[in-house]
């Protein structure tokens, strides 16, 4: 007998991509399945889609909650899982039929805690675009101990710092997300790493995002985008321990982070306070980043820059990069 396997769905007024997700979980080759709909609020019609669905396949539980966020609407999902394995997929996304199947036999090939997939990006006319790995075939197989790829995703090396496209372990890893806008999965997917013996990752891309405009990851709202930093400042101190190596990726993935939030709050009213934070954590670890061979060169450039003036970093890197 195959174990229970938990889905979660937080959802909060996807109405127009819901179906698709449920449906391409639903469709799944393995079949024992617990798929818990995480009703976050809902102010369109997500609730009552999620009510027929739940109608027509007794593996369907419904929870109708108050709106507080997608943080706190997976952490419902984990206190009332009971399958033994456990993986999230947002209601604006969808999954290839074969993608629990893949994630749980790499699970049990490898004796791992955590499995992984590629991803690709869909927008609604169709468009696809994969970011990651993509010197490497489908059929591509990765291996580390949790540590290993915690400093690997940290350096934005192979492994997504994403909840999604992922199978856990329950009695490994399962801990709960903390309330931020952006950046609340990557802390806990952090946590996920560091508790994991071993990890697996194949580089198909089973697992598919739908880019919604809706989204909070898409629109702009400043404190939302400054989440990003203090994300970056927490996986700094609380992982920056554990290791000299660990401690290196975790300045190279706070001094990176910063020069995301810089380039989007630049020039923007009523973010000064912001901005001389990111300054400073940019000239404090500039100088580790720089000498740091395993830091991404585009950001080993972008510390050298900042010696020019971070007006005049922001002018270069804009009109290299294109970002706004």
């Not at 071993?198 to 989440?227: C, G, R, W």
């Amino acid at each position: 007998m195959y174990p229970l396997i938990s889905v979660i769905i937080p959802i909060y007024n996807v109405e127009t991509f819901l179906p698709s997700c449920i449906e391409s979980v639903i469709n799944q080759t393995y079949e024992n399945l617990e798929i818990i709909l995480i009703d976050d609020g809902s102010t369109d019609k997500s609730g009552k889609i999620c009510n027929k669905y739940s109608e027509n396949d007794s593996r369907i539980t419904v929870i109708h909650k108050d709106n507080e966020g997608v943080a706190e609407a997976r952490n419902t999902g984990i206190a009332n899982m009971s399958g033994e394995y456990f993986c999230f997929v947002d209601g604006d996304d969808y999954v290839d039929n074969e993608y629990i199947s893949e994630m749980y036999s790499l699970i049990k090939e490898y004796d791992a805690d955590i499995s992984m997939c590629s991803y690709v990006y869909k927008w609604r006319d169709g468009t696809e675009k994969r970011t990651r790995n993509t010197d490497y075939s489908d059929d591509t197989v990765f291996s580390d101990t949790g540590i290993d790829a915690l400093k690997k995703l940290l350096y934005g090396q192979i492994y997504a710092p994403s909840c999604c496209g992922k199978l856990f372990k329950k009695d490994r890893v399962a801990v709960n997300f903390p309330k931020y806008a952006i950046g609340e999965d990557v802390l806990s997917c952090i946590d996920y790493l560091q508790n994991a013996k071993k990890v697996v990752m194949i580089n198909a891309p089973l697992y598919l995002y739908m880019q919604n405009e809706n989204s909070v990851t898409h629109s702009f709202n400043i404190e939302k985008i400054y989440d990003m930093v203090k994300t970056a400042d927490i996986i700094y101190e609380k992982y920056a321990i554990i290791s000299d190596e660990i401690k290196n990726a975790a300045t190279y993935y706070l001094t990176e982070k910063n020069f995301i939030v810089f380039m989007k709050l630049y020039g923007k009213n009523g973010v000064q306070d912001r901005i001389n934070h990111i300054k400073k954590n940019i000239k404090q670890y500039r100088n580790v980043v720089i000498r740091d061979k395993n830091a991404e060169l585009r950001t080993r450039i972008a510390c050298i820059l900042s010696y020019l003036g971070f007006g005049a970093l922001y002018k270069i890197r804009n009109a290299i990069s294109g970002d706004k």
